[in-house]
């Protein structure tokens, strides 16, 4: 972190920030030019509140010249996480596809629809059993019930569950729970973020509707900070002035967020465009463009479904996108060796 004085500064000024500085465990590298004096503060300063040091008085500007989550970063961790859910892994070059309802709606519904996924090649089911809907007049979701028929569909297929958590209070019925889902909405939720991260199942954090990379990986950082180095993330689209789409899907979050963090990034091409015709397109650019894994919603009378029915796919869409994407993904990884 660089921090830029005002001309005006006196030496206790100086002398007083300098100190504060150090007790915080960072060394000081003072440059005093004529117009300005610059400090190279060395050290972890992701503890650091950069507001406060700008809002000092002798303080011009303050630059950060290193990101502020470490856990999550790569250049603290050059190898790419992997990892482990029941029989299948998430990172590390394999292809994970989640797939199923929105909404668990009954016990036949998701059973038949996570054998069907299953028969097509998904590694995870993914339903919702609690469900944050922008209208509460809408469908909330079974609940404890729904978590309940999701297990039944992993007795039946071996198919590890991935499920959304929103509230604080239910986490006690997530024990049996594969994978965390965080959702959008509660991107930000930091105790949430800080619940999820202080037990050790795997979390799945979806990227927030106007949420910055930096933001989103400052989530994973709570997650990570209380002790769950689990954490996969979501592109599930973002808000933009494009109105025709739900959401405007950001494939090029996929090489930044390589670039910039060792966590798997999977897509979300169904809450991403909203319509059933455009997540076959939006799947295949994601795995082109280097995504380990894609959330597929999957319905088997869209229909007659309680929510998102518009963007999910039926089992045999599903079925035939599912082989596309196996076909694909083997042939960018023997392109990119
Ligand atoms: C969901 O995955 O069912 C969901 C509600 O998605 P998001 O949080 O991305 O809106
Ligand atoms: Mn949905």
Redesign the pocket.
């Known amino acids: 972190m660089i921090v830029i004085l005002k001309n005006n500064h006196n030496r206790e000024q100086l002398e007083s920030l300098i100190n504060w500085l150090q007790e915080k465990g960072i060394s000081i590298h003072t440059s005093i030019g004529d117009a300005h004096t610059i400090l190279g503060l060395v050290g972890d300063t992701s503890k650091l509140d950069i507001d406060l040091i700008a809002a000092l008085d002798i303080v011009e500007d303050v630059r950060r010249v290193q990101e502020p989550y470490k856990n999550a970063n790569r250049k603290f961790h050059p190898e790419d996480t992997v990892i482990r859910v029941r029989n299948t892994q998430v990172g590390g070059g394999n292809l994970t596809i989640m797939a199923g309802p929105?909404s668990v709606e009954s016990e036949e519904q998701v059973v038949a629809i996570a054998k069907a996924v299953k028969a097509s090649g998904a590694t995870m089911l993914r339903g919702?059993a609690f469900?944050?809907r922008t209208s509460p007049y809408s469908f909330q979701g079974l609940g404890a019930r729904g978590i309940e028929y999701l297990k039944a569909a992993r007795e039946e297929t071996g198919l590890p569950i991935v499920t959304?958590l929103m509230d604080l209070s239910q986490l006690p019925l997530f024990d049996d729970v594969d994978v965390i889902?965080i959702?959008?909405?509660n991107m930000q939720n930091f105790d949430l973020l800080k619940a999820v991260g202080h037990q050790p199942k795997p979390v799945m954090i979806?990227r927030g509707m106007s949420a910055t990379y930096e933001e989103w990986l400052m989530s994973a950082e709570y997650v990570m900070a209380s002790g769950n180095e689990n954490v996969i993330l979501?592109e599930?689209g973002i808000r933009t002035f494009e109105s025709y789409t739900r959401n405007t899907l950001d494939l090029a979050c996929i090489p930044v967020l390589r670039q910039l963090t060792h966590l798997p990034v999977v897509v979300?091409p169904s809450?991403a465009t909203g319509k059933y015709w455009l997540v076959d397109p939006l799947a295949m650019g994601a795995v082109a463009t280097g995504a380990d894994g894609l959330?597929i919603e999957v319905h088997n009378d869209p229909a007659h479904a309680l929510c998102?029915g518009p963007q999910s796919l039926k089992p045999e869409a599903f079925d035939a996108l599912a082989k596309k994407l196996l076909k694909l993904h083997e042939t960018v990884r023997t392109l990119e060796g």
């Open positions: 929105c919702g469900k944050p959304e889902q959702g959008a909405r979806k979501c599930r979300d809450h959330l998102d």
